[in-house]
């Protein structure tokens, strides 16, 4: 493949192209979305409800909650997020935590924007630290379009849940995790033949199945919208290949995961640092969009 340097002309020419069909057509596509309600930020929950999310995690569920927070404070929403986190944890490996009643994990724990850090912590003290609203589960990322790795983990990780979650209205969501960056070098990229878009449809397919089968209601299509990121903004959503930049990638995610558990999160004045206010408003919309299209990304005709 040709290298371009700055100074290329033909590399010029293609970005001017490529910079004026965005910024031609996203007008169009925010059109589609849909208009910003002018009264900003409509909450799900009245001001005094605090809303308690549990993930059942890894590293993945620590990028989407990453800015969750922040967005719910400065919709004036009071939210507790707690993430049971292990790098690279598969369901596997939180059946047999279940199983050993091992404290292996690192209990993060945001309390309206207070945050702390219990290590060597068991899933079952988690759990029991707080009546949960909502659990999210996921698979590791590399096998997340997978379908025989769910099984038999996750019926009996949902059923433990289900049995000891401490408040008996609990509902249960399932993180459709992203696909890695075209040019990750991930080990479990090969799942995959190290192809995004193959990598991407496994994993909304099998999320979708997964969750039907298991009558798990919500989705949250993390995967989706950072597609869609991607499609409308480039292959510049991750910091390692893999995980989320600290940025962009991470606040799509949040956005996503706030629209999914939290109500409209369009007009949300919150955006992080390198993060343009055109950039969180289109991450905003790009966030309603995966929600209610979860399974297909929108892109630049």
């Known amino acids: 493949m040709k290298t371009f340097h700055k100074t290329d002309p033909t590399a010029t020419r293609i970005f001017h192209k490529l910079r004026v069909a965005f910024f031609v ?20 929950f009245p001001q005094e409800k605090i809303i308690r999310i549990l993930a059942v995690g890894n590293s993945f569920s620590d990028d989407g909650v990453e800015y969750l927070d922040e967005l719910a404070q400065a919709a004036g929403i009071r939210l507790i997020i707690g993430n049971l986190y292990i790098g690279g944890c598969s369901l596997e490996r939180h059946w047999n935590n279940i199983q050993g009643e091992l404290p292996a994990y690192d209990y993060r724990k945001n309390e309206e924007g207070i945050q702390t850090n219990r290590p060597k912590t068991s899933l079952q003290e988690a759990l029991q630290d707080e009546p949960w609203d909502y659990i999210t589960v996921q698979q590791v990322s590399q096998l997340s379009g ?12 949902l059923h433990y849940l289900k049995t000891h979650a401490p408040n008996p209205n609990v509902r249960f969501a399932i993180h459709q995790v992203w696909a890695y960056a075209g040019d990750s070098d991930h080990p479990g990229f090969v799942h995959y033949d190290r192809d995004q878009s193959l990598m991407y449809r496994r994993i909304v397919e099998t999320v979708r199945k997964i969750a ?10 993390s995967g989706t919208a950072i597609q869609t990121g991607r499609n409308l903004m480039g292959d510049r959503m991750n910091r390692d290949g893999f995980h989320l930049g600290y940025g962009l990638g991470r606040y799509l995610a949040a956005c996503t995961w706030y629209e999914t558990l939290l109500g409209s999160v369009e007009g949300n004045p919150y955006h992080p640092e390198g993060v343009t206010p055109q ?19 929108a892109s630049l005709p």
């Open 25 to 44: 057509m996203l007008p169009v596509w925010l059109f589609v979305v849909g208009p910003i309600p002018a009264s900003g930020q409509e909450n799900a």
């Open 146 to 157: 997978i379908y025989e790795s769910y099984y038999p983990y996750l019926p009996a990780i």
């Open 212 to 221: 039907r089968k298991e009558h798990i209601r919500l989705t949250i299509p």
């Open 279 to 297: 950039e969180a408003t289109l991450a905003q919309r790009i966030a309603r969009y995966a929600v209610r299209h979860p399974y297909q990304p």
